[in-house]
């Protein structure tokens, strides 16, 4: 056990036994869920290197399944772990960012409002380098995940939780490794409110024209990583 994860356990531990102490209920904390390790690859068949990603910049791949879409940014400065709770009130502790820097984090790239997530066409969802400009929704802060949709604001570097809009939870946490060895990521689960079962519901016609059968496949072994601006062709800024 490293010592982020000491002091990490030690505060769980703590909050843990002051809730006994006052007799406060606490929701049950919703737990990881595994979907089997998954290496994330460039764009040309390699294992990829955080090393390799630029900071601040959208990077998107699949998992757990071969048609919901995951970001995965390095916010350039540390992720610390957060707190957060699910709209069913489920509470959990997303661990925070990984890497040297701890600055790596992956988020369900599928808005907790509606549903919106990035297509090869468009997408209106997105991290923002700095404040949004539309002064029709000032920006909550910088640096936040953003959804042009509605207007949802989250902030990656606090496990996605919602600073803005109409978005009922964070959006869905992507449990990822960083060797030290080997500087590979690997996914290996979720954290939070998974939307999954709505998204296929939502769009089971679309995603069988976009993704083919295999749209609800977990992904296996490998997924590819690709920057927004690669991905899509046209990412909507708002
Ligand atoms: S779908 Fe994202 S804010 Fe409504």
Redesign the pocket.
């Known amino acids: 056990m490293d010592r982020r994860e000491f002091v990490e356990s030690c505060a769980l531990g703590a909050g843990s036994l002051a809730a006994a102490l006052s007799g406060t209920a606490w929701a049950a904390d919703t737990k990881p869920r595994s979907y089997g390790r998954v290496l994330l690859m460039d764009e040309h068949g390699r294992p990829l290197k955080a090393a390799s990603l630029r900071a601040q910049t959208n990077y998107v791949f699949h998992y757990p399944f071969e048609a919901t879409p995951v970001f995965l940014l390095d916010l350039g400065k540390p992720a610390t772990a957060t707190r957060l709770v699910t709209r069913e009130k489920q509470t959990y502790q997303w661990p925070g960012g990984v890497g040297p820097q701890r600055s790596l984090v992956a988020f369900s790239a599928i808005?907790a409002?509606?549903?919106?997530y990035p297509t090869k066409e468009l997408s209106?969802?997105s991290f923002r380098k700095g404040a949004a400009v539309n002064p029709q929704t000032p920006s909550k802060g910088n640096d936040l995940i953003h959804?042009c949709?509605?207007?949802?604001q989250y902030d990656p570097a606090r496990g996605a939780q919602v600073l803005d809009?109409?978005?009922e939870q964070p959006l869905c946490a992507v449990l990822i490794e960083h060797d030290v060895t080997t500087d590979q990521l690997t996914a290996t689960g979720t954290l939070g409110g998974e939307l999954f079962d709505d998204f296929f519901k939502k769009y089971e016609m679309k995603l069988s024209l976009e993704v083919g059968p295999n749209a609800k496949q977990t992904v296996a072994r490998q997924s590819t990583v690709r920057e927004l601006d690669r991905y899509c062709r046209n990412p909507v800024r708002c």
């Open positions: 808005c409002h509606k549903l919106v209106f969802i959804c949709a509605d207007h949802s809009g109409p978005a």
